[in-house]
């Protein structure tokens, strides 16, 4: 997870911006799948999830769901993330706005973070180059 200000990426901005956040920081996650979580009341905390298409801006808000012991789901749904759309948790966190998590696919976190992304470590086993013994 990166935990980046938004004024270091304006694809990320926009997309905090199309949930109507106003917060200046935000959380990045690179998957592939996103479990919603409290999406009911509880301790003054709520999270809201909401896809937005990368290409378009355009806005869907996610379900929310009443607490297990008022019929609502025993487990968490889990939701595959689709290439070309990012998935933005957000809601309230004890009264206040939540920092937004933005939930990126693989495919698409180089268009979204360019130079924010990781380089890959010099040590890891991807970059190595492979040894084969004879």
Known sequence: ML???????????????????????ASVSIVEAVSYTG???DGGSRSEYTAVCLSTGKAVHGPQFNPPQFG?????????????????????????PATPHVYIHPLDAKAVLGALLPAPKEDSPK???EVLEI
């Open 3 to 25: 935990h980046i200000k938004l004024a270091q990426s304006p694809k990320v901005k926009d997309l905090c911006r199309a949930v109507g956040s106003k917060k200046h920081n």
């Open 39 to 41: 999406t009911f009341w």
């Open 72 to 96: 609502g789901p025993k487990e968490d749904l889990r939701v595959n993330l689709p290439q070309g759309f990012a998935i933005v948790e957000h809601g309230t966190f004890m009264g206040k």
């Open 127 to 129: 970059a190595l180059p």
